[in-house]
Structure formats: C-alpha cells, structure tokens
C-alpha cells in the first residue's frame, strides 16, 4: 500500500494536478452555490473539458475537484438563503439556516467548511484502507435491504416531530410519498395520477419542490414581516468556533465520517440518506437540551449532515472503483467519462493502473485540503450575502429559484407549479406542519417504492421481511428510532403531570 | 376551527380522492399479464392512502394533545404584515413564468428584477437599473454560453 501511496503523491503533486485540483474546486463552488445546479450537471458540464485533457488521472483530479466543490457550494445556499440546490444539502439548512437568522452565518459557514473537510478527509482515509474488501459488502445488499435502508431514512421524520406534533411529521411524509407516485414509475412503464396531464408525465422536479418548500415560503415571511429578516445588516459575527464547540461537534464528526462512509458505499443510497441518517441518529443520541436545540440552530445539527454527505460521496467511490458499479447519478457520469479515457474502473483497475487508482485517493485528500484554505478566507465574504439591501435581495433569491425550477426542466410549466406549492408550503408553515418530511418523503418515495416492488416481485410476496435478517435488522431500528423518542416524550409527560398533580 | 385542522380536512380530501383512484379506477387498465405480478402499480398507493388518511384523520379529530406554540407570523392577523406586497410579487412570479417564453430571457428577467425591487419600495432608480440590466446579462452569458442551457434571449417575434 505504502508504494501505491508514493506513487499517487508523485502523481497528484505534479504541478499541472495541483492547478487541476484547485480550479475544480473553485469551479465547483461558484457554480455549486447557483440552487438548481447540483454537482451531477455540473459534472456532466466539465466532462468535454476533461476529456479533451487525455490524461485520464489529471480529467478524474480535475473532477473530483470539482465533485467537492460543488457539494460545498450547495451548502452555502442552504445555510444562507435556506435555498437547497441538491438532495444533500437539504438537512443542512435545518440548522444552518437557523444560524444565519441569529446573525451566526459566519460561524455556520465555517462549521460546514470543517465538517466537510472532516468527513472527506477521514472518508478517503478509510477508502484507502477499506475499498478492496468493501467491494464485497456491497454486493451482499439487495433491493430489501435497500427498501428496508429507506425506511431507516424515513423514520428520519421522527427527528422532526416536536411534541405531540407526530401525526402532523407522518403526514407530511405520506404527502411527500404520494406526490413521488405522480409520474411514470421506472418499474410499470404507466403514468400515474397525472390527470392526464402531459407536463406531470416525468412527476414533479426535485428542485421546483425543494425550493416551493423552503426557499419560496421564507422569502414570503421576510416580505411579510421585514423585522425577521437574516444578518440585518449587522457585522458578520462570532466567525470563529470557540474551543467549546469544538469538543461537542468532534464526537458528532468521528461518527458521522464513518456512517457516512458506509452508506455511501452502499450503491444509490449516497449522500442524500447519510445526512438525513446522520442528522436523525446524532439528534437521537444527543442529550435532552441538545435536543431541544436541534432546528433551532445547533452546531451538532448542522454539523452531522455536512460530514456525513461529504464522507458517503467518498465512500461512492468505492464500488466506482472496485467494481465498476456507479452507486449514484454522479458516479455514473465519473464512469462515463472514465471509459472515453480508455479506462475501465473494476477490480483489476488497482492492479493494472495503480497509479490512476492511487491519484484520485491522493487527490481527494488535496481536495479536500484546497476546499478548506480556500473557503475559510472567503467566508466573510460569502456571509456578506446578507448583508445586501432587502429589497434587491427578496428579488434575486425570487428570481433564483425561479431559474433553478426552469433550468433543470426547461419547463415554463415547472415555474407555475413552483408558485402553487410556494403558496401551499407557506400556508402548511402558517398552521405549524413540519416541511421537512414532505422532501424527505418525496425524495425517497421513489427510491422506495422500486426497491419494494423488486424485492416483492423475487420473493412472490412480502417473505422478505423474515426470510433476510439483515432486512429484519434494519427494519428493527427504523421501528426503534420511532417508537423510543415518543416513548421518551411520554414519559416526560407523565412524569411532569406526576409533578402537577402533587402540587 | 384552526387552521391547522381545517389543513387537515383538505388533505382528508386529497387522500380519499387519490384513495378512489387508487383502489377503484386504477386497476381496470391494468394488462392481463400485469395481474398476475406480486405487485400492482396500485399496490404502493393504496397503503400509502390508508396511512394518510388516518393521519389526517387524527389531527383533524386533536386525537392528540399538542403544544400550542408561538408562531413566527400570527395568520389570524395577517392583514398586520406587508400583505399586498407579497400578494403582488407572487403575481409577479405568475407573469413571469407566462412571459419567459413569448418575450424572452433578457426582457422577462430585467423587467422581473426592477418590477419586484418597485414593489417592496425601492425608488432609486439610478441603482436599480444598472443592477438588474448587469445581473441579468450575468447570468444568461453563464447559463447559455459557459454552461450552454438554452434560454430565449429575445421576444420571439424579433426571431429570438
């Protein structure tokens, strides 16, 4: 391993690399942070230059700098205009947003620049050691475990039910599955609940929906009442992380580098489940005054996701790879792009080509590393968003997601359906229905409904839940993450009535 | 009522209805080799209605005991806020989307920026030209020509 290492340094350190890496993240970035240009599109944008590069470890730097970045970028639009542009990046602004309003945008960028780094870092560090026997583990997942895994995720929703507000997070989430059926499924070929409907043949697009959910609805509010409004204008504040801080969100990072590293080897649960994972189990196990912090602003809450998203990114790299299997949209088009190269990733890619292999871990690192000396100057810059008049900002982040609707559909339609669910989502924040599930349950009812199906259609019926004990497992826990907060929460109701009554 | 339970009842709505498709309409276009399949297209839904509506059904009914808490904007008084703006800029959005194809990117967007800045009660029209003509030139020289997304520039009748 040692010689694959030097071998990648002297690759990844050469000064044509360096530059590659460092203008990857730097275009990932600006580009990133525009909602409705996630890192596959953007991806797929750099590809021809890649290509045109020849090289086939330099195009793999040049990308996964830009991969990084991206990632980076579409948090800074969840943490400061709660605007997420990518499905990771959404559990981000459930607490980074929060921040922001209390004038802490600074110390939230800084936050997510460290988790990020953190969780990339110790992600490549554990691919490098792992990636040959985690090639096995993740043939052993099958569609249950997959559907089973999902239902994990969305047991997520009980990290947002407040008190007593459960059947108000459960039916945001089935709304969120019901909406995710509109469309032609991948498994029938049939159009469902479309009305007939030409424009809702393809479903709802992800981004029209986060930004009618989140982006849309605070907007409204800052109109409606200006006095709310984020930063005001005040000096970009507490920019550093006191030593304090830093000891309570170091167990939340080491945690959630290697979950996160673990479900993203796992091919297509990836990013978007690991922060949502990440940011329901660290809300389980914190303490119950952390806990009552969590949305409302706490380091460990938007720490949690912004590690673990960054972590399950390096860990798709590993069936990339081992295996040639691209575990999520953006792998595919790493794949795509490394057999125009003439370079087919699988298992004998660490033999035959060691040096491409051990490059793009080394480049991760550098990435990794650039991203944070280049964006930890750049923060109070960033944060200065803010700080722009409102009445020339409530238009731009109108207009932006707007655009970030039109561009990924190229659909005039898609913006109409923005401002009518605009208007729905503010009306559901006005009678205190929680948003996030609705998301959460529309961007894995897909992924959930496919899995189901398959694994129903191999075992002619629902004898998978008993027949595989790993599904059984996984279901275990979905059910525990429910039912334990609920039970926590009556307890202490009984136990504060006890109080009452003794009065 | 409260709103959050009137809320409830819309949904109760949504969920029967799309329950009614779900279980009744849906199955008879359903090909003869497809019935013979584990799973219908129907299956999903039809759990997925039965679960929404009892949900919505428990809150419509308060079967639990929640915590009033205090809202960020009272909707009781909502006539208190800035109303007509936000009304305004929400209609602004739903000509925008109608204009962005007939008159195209580059008129739509400047127009869309001054018009939105005018509402929330902006006069300076010296800064608010300059910035809403350069961003938007900005962003279609990014989106069309570095990242190559096609969007009309011009009306069409120009030959945009």
Redesign the interface.
């Known amino acids: 391993m040692l010689e694959g290492l030097l071998i990648g340094l002297q690759t990844a350190l050469s000064f044509q690399n360096l530059l590659m890496v460092i203008g990857g993240c730097l275009i990932g970035t600006f580009i990133g942070m525009l909602p409705g240009l996630g890192p596959m599109s953007i991806i797929a944008i750099m590809i021809p230059v890649a290509i045109s590069m020849g090289d086939p470890s330099a195009a793999l730097i040049l990308l996964a700098g830009v991969y990084y970045g991206a990632i980076f970028g579409g948090s800074t639009s969840s943490i400061l205009l709660n605007a997420p542009g990518v499905a990771g990046t959404v559990a981000s602004s459930f607490d980074g947003y929060p921040m922001a309003k209390q004038g802490k945008a600074g110390k939230a960028l800084t936050i997510a620049a460290i988790a990020s780094f953190a969780g990339g870092s110790i992600g490549a560090l554990l691919l490098m050691i792992f990636a040959p026997a985690l090639s096995t583990v993740a043939l052993l997942f099958h569609s249950a475990e997959y559907f089973a895994l999902m239902v994990v995720g969305l047991s997520a929703i009980a990290a947002f039910a407040g008190t007593g507000q459960v059947a108000k997070a459960l039916m945001m989430t089935t709304l969120g599955l019901i909406m995710a059926t509109v469309g032609e499924g991948a498994l029938f070929n049939l159009p469902r609940f479309t009305m007939g409907i030409m424009d809702l043949q393809s479903g709802f697009g992800f981004i029209t929906l986060a930004m009618a959910m989140f982006a849309l609805p605070e907007a409204l509010f800052l109109v409606l009442n200006p006095k709310a409004q984020a930063g005001k204008g005040e000096e970009i504040k507490e920019l550093r992380v006191t030593r304090q801080e830093a000891k309570s969100i170091a167990p939340v990072i080491g945690r959630q580098s290697l979950q996160g590293f673990f479900i993203g080897v796992l091919p297509g649960a990836g990013a978007t489940i690991a922060s949502f994972l990440g940011y329901a189990v660290e809300r389980n196990i914190a303490s119950k005054e952390e806990q009552s912090e969590f949305g409302k602003g706490s380091i460990k809450g938007l720490a949690a996701p912004e590690t673990a998203n960054n972590a399950a990114c390096t860990g798709s790299f590993v069936p990339l790879l081992t295996l040639g299997i691209p575990g999520s949209g953006t792998t595919a088009i790493l794949l795509g792009a490394l057999i125009a190269l003439n370079v087919t990733p699988g298992p004998r890619l660490m033999i035959d080509e060691p040096q491409i292999f051990w490059a793009v871990i080394m480049s991760m690192f550098i990435g990794n590393l650039v991203l944070l000396v280049l964006n930890l100057p750049l923060i109070p810059y960033i944060a200065k968003v803010l700080a722009i008049p409102r009445n020339y900002l409530i238009p731009f982040i109108l207009f932006f997601t707007l655009m970030g609707a039109y561009i990924g559909q190229n659909n005039a339609t898609e913006l109409l359906l923005l401002v009518a669910f605009g208007i729905c989502a503010t009306a559901l924040r006005f009678a205190d229905y929680p948003l996030a599930p609705l998301l959460i349950g529309f961007i894995l009812g897909g992924m959930l409904e496919d899995n189901f199906s398959r694994s129903m259609q191999l075992y002619d019926g629902i004898a998978f839940i008993w027949e595989r004990p790993m599904t059984l497992g996984l279901l275990v826990i979905a059910a525990l993450l429910v039912i334990l907060p609920s039970y926590r929460n009556r307890r202490a109701r009984l136990r504060a009535q006890g109080v009452a009554d003794g009065d | 009522m ?3 339970r ?3 009842l819309i ?1 109760a709505g ?2 029967l209805t ?1 329950g009614y ?1 779900a279980w009744f309409t ?1 199955d008879g ?1 359903l090909a003869p080799f ?1 019935q013979r ?3 219908w ?1 129907s ?3 039809k759990v ?2 039965v ?2 509506l009892a ?2 059904l ?2 419509l009914l308060g ?5 009033v ?1 205090k ?3 009272d ?1 009781r008084r ?1 006539t208190d ?3 007509g ?2 009304l305004l ?2 209609g602004l ?2 000509a ?3 204009c ?2 007939p008159l195209g990117f580059l008129f739509s ?1 400047s127009a ?2 001054i018009l ?2 005018f509402i ?3 006069r300076k029209w010296l800064v608010m030209l300059p ?1 809403s003509l350069l ?1 938007t030139g900005i ?1 279609w020289y990014l ?1 069309q020509q570095v ?4 969007l009309r520039p011009l009306p069409g009748f120009i030959g945009g």
């Open positions: 409260a709103l959050d009137w809320i409830a949904l949504v969920c799309y498709t849906m276009e497809m399949n584990p799973i297209p299956t999903f839904p997925l209605s679960i929404g949900a919505s428990v809150i079967l639990e005991k929640a915590k808490q809202a960020e904007i909707y909502l806020y800035h109303l703006q936000a800029l929400l959005m739903v925008y989307a109608l962005l194809r967007t869309f920026l939105g800045s929330l009660g902006e910035v961003a962003v989106v990242l190559g997304i096609y």
